[in-house]
């Protein structure tokens, strides 16, 4: 319009916009019209990217802690910028504004370079949109296993962990308050070894390797070798043994599985086979959606304690500092646990049970087994289509419905099974060629008749296919 003064501003700048802006400012005070991608349109208008901008900067980094050039990239979009509801619900200035964080990226500038390439602003409205579809907030310490070179290139970093940006403070927008979480470009082995021990533990390790972040930890997409084969002593010394005395924080994964109740004939129709089978699945409830979400996210949680604590539907920045953790892991959250009593949910104990994985999960059943059930925890394999999921949980798990007696049992398609100490540690013996994929046939079939359990690694397009 053609307003001039005070009553523009805010049809110029949403609120929202304007905190975030301010703490650009703050670190760029010489760049304040940096470049900037924008979603042509916008995602409230029905547009497919849901970050209105990615702004990009040169950062002239630290030499005198040896931090080189490089570009930083910051999201605008996943926190509310507006306030109205068009994108994020209002929820009022306490809490996080929208899902609470922003993404940032710092890429290494490579000589001769004078303008950001533009390609990180792509990776982080795939990210976004991630986010947005499955409403699953990232927290420090998180990893993304992305299976493709960030820049589409023949690169080695193919995958992701997400830190606190090094310099880029919180800021209390009128909408909440916004974290920087900073994406990390990852090789393959320095996402599994991040899966089998935790997030934070590989971030600190490329900290100190300069070519692989160095102290602001920024990626490098040229990087040829991962940081264990630059220092091979990283992977015995700190990793391995890092396993073994803490086990590994991720308590979930989303994943190609399926299960199928062996027990009873097929023509039942509470069969949960009709999961597998092209009708619609039966809708896990609200309760158990939200039971498996937190789930998931709190093996997501930074923790250093060895048991994590139940997480609070008020979490600080995403951190619980202050909880102190319950003895034992527990499945139960408190945010989920007043939804629907227990006692209202049918369980089914089922008598016979067969997983089906596809070779990805499979690989991460010996972390499962080795890294949460022997250490105390529970895993989660949430199904990324449909609604089954299944969950392993190991004797001392408060808030599991599979028990000694009964050590299959279901709500609806959510499988959880027990497995005692022992037969964990046959089950690691049995699956043992899991960890050698390139002598790997599919299909693969592993069963233990006196259990009754029967596990199966299978190829993709089973899974893509529901009909098989």
Sequence with gaps: ???????????????????????????????????????????????????DY?????????????????????????????????????TGTDGPSGFGFELTFRLKRETGESAPPTWPAELMQGLARYVFQSENTFCS????????????????????????DPQMQPVQTPFGVVTFLQIVGVCTEELHAAQQWNGQGILELLRTVPVAGGPW????????????????????????????????????VSAKCAWDDLSRPPEDD????????????????????????????????????????????????????????????SLESESSAAIIPHELIRTRQLESVHLKFNQESGA?????????????????????????AITFVSTGVEGAFATEEHPYAAHGPWLQILLTEEFVERMLED?????????????KEYSWPEKKLKVSILPDAVFDNPLH
């Excluded at 997409?221 to 015995?236: A, S, V």
Aim: glycine share 10%; hydrophobic share 30%; with cysteine.
């Design 141 to 164: 310490g998180d990893h993304v296993s992305w299976h493709s070179p960030l820049d589409n290139s023949e690169s080695r970093i193919q995958h992701m962990l997400l830190t606190e």
């Design 1 to 51: 319009g053609s307003g001039s003064g005070s009553s523009s501003f805010p049809s110029l700048f949403p609120p929202g916009l304007h905190g975030i802006y301010g703490e650009c400012r703050r670190l760029y005070p010489d760049q304040p019209n940096p470049l900037q991608v924008t979603a042509i349109l916008k995602y409230w208008l029905g547009g497919p990217d849901p970050l």
């Design 217 to 252: 930890l920024i990626t490098d997409m040229r990087r040829g070798e991962t940081i264990f084969e630059i220092d091979p002593h990283l992977q015995q010394e700190r990793v391995d043994k890092g396993i073994e005395t803490d086990g590994s924080n991720l308590s979930g």
């Design 364 to 388: 991460l059943i010996p972390l499962c087994l080795r890294g949460r059930l022997l250490h105390g925890r529970h895993f989660t394999y949430k199904s990324i289509t449909g609604d089954t």
């Design 431 to 443: 699956l043992e060629d899991l960890n050698s994929p390139e002598e790997f046939k599919l299909p």
């Design 270 to 329: 509470e069969d949960s086979r009709s999961i597998c089978i092209g009708t619609q699945p039966r809708r896990l409830s609200g309760k158990d959606t939200e039971q498996i979400r937190e789930t998931l996210r709190r093996g997501l949680e930074i923790n250093s304690k060895p048991v994590l604590p139940p997480i609070n539907a008020q979490r600080q920045n995403g951190l619980n500092h202050d909880r102190a953790p319950s003895r034992k892991d």
């Design 54 to 90: 990615v702004s990009m900067y040169r950062n002239l980094g630290n030499p005198a802690l040896n931090v080189p050039e490089h570009w930083h990239y910051v999201s605008f979009g996943l926190s509310d910028l507006y306030g109205d509801n068009r994108v994020h619900e209002f």
